[in-house]
């Protein structure tokens, strides 16, 4: 299946190189060269995939994001960052974006994050056997409507979150550890990026728990993980 990408980077060279690399696993990329270009390209066509640059002129990537995030709750957001700091990536991921790769990267690193995220959407178009609500004490959880609710309200997942979520209550009482949910959940396993999976669980966990601090529902395994609460089914 072929995929619609935008590509939001002031650098040309950058950009131009993976539009390049995207032909070759079938991607149609865009380009916009600043924030408010590519906020304005968004509105305008349906896309699969958003890779943004932190640093923009016009609108840094910090609040394209999150404009992304208020009018598209789904499109996978994937963030490129000059930055190192532990700050810029946790602030990415707070704000709503799927994934993080610091600058420089590896093509073939940032091909498969891609393919990771493809993956999980044509998961989601195809039919599966999975699709019956499933309850856990007052959480509900709708696959088929891809919709949380707690004690009866709505909440407002991003596509990762909800993918998170869907993996674990599809294992209750499964101990895994933070390379395991980044290569199951996002399709790819690299030393050095569990503290995404950290990034994620702490996001969920602030949505769906009454008391965030004394999780109900997704527990911690000390030395080892993480687990969903067998005893809420």
């Not at 599966?128 to 709708?142: D, P, R, V």
């Not at 933070?178 to 503290?195: K, P």
């Not at 000390?222 to 005893?231: D, H, R, S």
Request: glycine content about 6%; proline content about 4%.
């Amino acid at each position: 299946m072929n995929h619609s990408v935008l590509i939001i980077e002031d650098n040309p060279e950058i950009a131009n190189l993976v539009q390049l690399h995207l032909k070759d696993i079938h991607c149609q990329a865009d380009i916009a060269s600043d924030g408010g270009e590519g906020l304005q390209r968004f509105k305008d066509k349906n896309y699969d995939l958003v890779i943004l640059d932190l640093m923009l002129p016009v609108m840094d990537g910090l609040e394209v994001c999150k404009q992304l995030r208020a009018s598209n709750a789904l499109v996978p957001v994937m963030m490129l960052t000059s930055k190192s700091s532990e700050l810029d990536r946790v602030l990415g991921l707070e704000i709503g974006a799927d994934d993080y790769i610091t600058k420089p990267f590896s093509i073939p690193e940032l091909l498969a994050r891609v393919k990771g995220q493809f993956r999980r959407l044509d998961a989601l178009q195809a039919p599966t056997q999975q699709k019956q609500q499933q309850q856990f004490g007052e959480l509900l959880i709708e696959p088929d409507k891809h919709r949380v609710s707690l004690v009866g309200k709505n909440i407002d997942l991003t596509a990762k979150e909800f993918d998170l979520l869907m993996h674990f209550a599809s294992h209750p009482g499964h101990v895994y550890s933070r390379s395991e949910l980044l290569d199951q959940v996002w399709g790819y396993s690299y030393e050095g990026y569990e503290h995404t999976v950290n990034s994620h669980i702490n996001r969920l966990r602030t949505k769906i728990e009454v008391d965030p601090a004394k999780p109900q529902y997704i527990m911690t395994v000390w030395g080892v993980g993480y687990k969903f609460n067998e005893a809420q089914r």
